[in-house]
């Protein structure tokens, strides 16, 4: 299989639409309308657990993959100077607003699932995200270029 980078989701997503490309890992939420209207199958997601807007969609681990594991999350962060007390009122913040049903149910017409969490839990995840990535970069020798 041909890896091509593109400069950005939209020129790989055009180009995938025009059929000059046969697949593509995508995020569900630039994909999700496409594949309601059946312009695009999807075939897994590359998640350890199904995604709540397609859930008849199997995980690539489910399909023969096992251990494969690769999300994306959007985060809220601050300078790390900041005190913890502001981190703790931010965090109570932004957790009461994405317990908002009308929020949720926003995200979830974008193709994003709401997870919120501590920060001590986003930072251990990102601790964790890295090393999974730096052991596969380590592993294939993969270059910035």
């Known amino acids: 299989m041909l890896i091509v980078p593109y400069k950005g989701a939209g020129p790989a997503l055009i180009d995938l639409l025009g059929g000059h490309v046969d697949a593509r890992v995508d995020q569900i939420s630039s994909s999700l309308e496409h594949i309601k209207s059946e312009k695009l199958r999807a075939i897994a997601v590359t998640t350890e657990r199904r995604a ?50 009308a929020l949720v149910a926003r995200f979830a017409a974008l193709g994003a699932e709401v997870r919120p969490s501590t920060s001590e839990e986003l930072a251990e995840f990102i601790r964790t995200d890295l090393a999974k990535w730096r052991k596969v970069v380590q592993v294939t020798g993969l270059k910035l270029e």
Not at 68 to 86: G, K
Request: charged share 15%; hydrophobic share 50%; net charge positive.
């Open 52 to 101: 709540s807007q397609l859930p008849a969609l199997p995980t690539l681990a489910e399909s023969g993959l096992k251990g494969f594991d690769a999300s994306t999350v959007n985060a809220v962060l601050a300078p790390a100077a900041t005190p913890p007390e502001i981190v703790r009122r931010l965090n109570a913040a932004l957790v009461k607003a994405l317990g908002n049903p």
